[in-house]
């Protein structure tokens, strides 16, 4: 887990959505004192949390951008696509040991998934034991300058 210092909490009063698109200078601001108080960061993370799949991340808050979406709101969510599903570097769908008690298979899943995003990268995860972290971490990884991946950042 991160210390408490490294992480900041941004509040819009309204929609989470709101810090990231119409004004994302909120999280920039807190980004920015962010790098003030822990100097020499490598690598910081934005999360916007909820589940607006219409929802569009500002570009010029981020240098990468992961969607992820849980199995546990249904099988059909890859095939409505919006610009988290068809555009993110890369798109995981977590939680897929739920896909036999929400009624989700995650075959057709995995077909929407290919057709919304054809070569994008996407992968399965469940975190509870380890499956497809993997995956994600060699993703990471291979989009980190070397001398920052190579210090086990």
Known sequence: ALPPARIRGVETGGCPHTAIREDCSINLVAVEELERSEPGLDLVLVESGGDNLAASFSPELVDLCIYVIDVAAGDKIPRKGGPGI?????????????????????????????RMRDERPWCFTNLRTGQGVQVVEDFLLGQLPPQVARSGV
């Open 86 to 114: 068809t555009r993110s570097d890369l798109l995981v769908i977590n939680k897929i040991d739920l896909a036999p008690h929400v009624g989700a298979s995650l075959a057709v899943m995995e077909a929407d998934t290919r």
